[in-house]
């Protein structure tokens, strides 16, 4: 199960619905999206943002080769970011990742888990 580290603004985001996705950039998420997709990691998210946590379903992932191709046709509304338009979505990215990360993004798109038994 991926864990993701995320702000407060982020985890409230999600508790409230606001937040419907989640986006990562590098190669090692690539590499995780597809141990997903392959069946060899459970499709749970794991959010974590100090000593609380939720847990959300993985029900389906999908992997562009730039921050800009991810965030096109309106899915950066769904990534609960303050931004208002698109030029302010890339940016608001890119600062999260302090223009370090560069190469393909990912999406993770999430919905309450159905099963309450996450145990094997």
């Known amino acids: 199960m991926p864990v993701f580290y995320v702000k407060r603004e982020f985890f409230e985001a999600l508790l409230k619905g606001r937040k419907?996705?989640?986006?990562?950039?590098g190669e090692i998420w690539v590499k995780?999206?597809?141990?997903i997709r392959n069946g060899k990691i459970r499709p749970i998210a794991v959010f974590r943002w100090r000593d609380k946590?939720?847990?959300r379903e993985?029900?389906?992932?999908?992997?562009y080769p730039s921050i800009?191709?991810?965030?096109?046709?309106?899915?950066w509304k769904l990534l609960g970011l303050k931004a208002k338009t698109y030029p302010e979505a890339v940016e608001e990215i890119r600062k999260l990742y302090m223009n370090k990360i560069r190469g393909?993004?990912?999406?993770f798109w999430l919905r309450?888990?159905?099963?309450?038994d996450f145990s094997t």
């Open 32 to 35: 995780l999206a597809e141990k």
């Open 20 to 25: 419907k996705a989640e986006m990562r950039v």
């Open 112 to 116: 309450r888990p159905k099963k309450t």
């Open 104 to 107: 393909p993004s990912v999406i």
């Open 58 to 63: 993985i029900y389906r992932i999908e992997i």
């Open 53 to 55: 946590v939720i847990l």
């Open 68 to 75: 800009r191709r991810a965030l096109a046709s309106g899915r």
